[in-house]
């Protein structure tokens, strides 16, 4: 299986449709991008010895074609990966908390308390994958304690850090 991990609000413009739409699901390529365009593109897909420069090739070329992230987009993710209150990072992009959470969720699927929640997650599993303490990484990623990243860590994963950390 090869796949792509997109940067968050990268999603939409590769894919053509705003991320909410196809939170918490599977769907198929064909119903979002015409069928036989998709016939193609598998094709050459399957007879790559590199499948996956291939699929990066064409995310790329939908990127190129549909637009990165907006300057807007990529602020709300630094300050949200930063640790700031949803106050604050609408306040600091000129939006309403309203509209921020309209962004958020055709850019990334959900809205901004979540956004943060899942970077302050990445972060944190970022730290476990290089070997640090879970004390540590709860402390330094902005977590209450140890049990609150792991609450959050089953909450959002549905297992314990210890499993994803390998």
Do not use: N
Request: aromatic share 4%.
């Amino acid at each position: 299986m090869t796949g792509l991990r997109f940067a968050p609000g990268t999603g939409p413009a590769v894919l053509g449709v705003p991320a909410c739409a196809l939170r918490d699901q599977r769907v198929a390529l064909q119903e979002l991008w015409a069928p036989d365009r998709v016939r193609r593109l598998a094709g050459r897909i399957a007879a790559a010895t590199a499948p996956g420069r291939v699929l990066e090739a064409i995310a790329e070329d939908r990127l190129r074609r549909g637009g990165t992230p907006s300057p807007v987009l990529r602020a709300i993710v630094r300050l949200l990966r930063d640790g700031h209150p949803v106050t604050t990072v609408a306040e600091a992009v000129g939006l309403s908390e309203r509209q921020l959470r309209r962004r958020s969720l055709t850019a990334f699927g959900y809205g901004p308390k979540k956004l943060g929640r899942v970077l302050r997650f990445d972060r944190a599993l970022s730290m476990a994958r290089d070997g640090a303490p879970l004390a540590e990484i709860a402390a330094r990623a902005g977590y209450a304690d140890q049990p609150h990243l792991a609450r959050e860590v089953k909450a959002l994963t549905g297992v314990p850090l210890g499993r994803l950390r390998g």
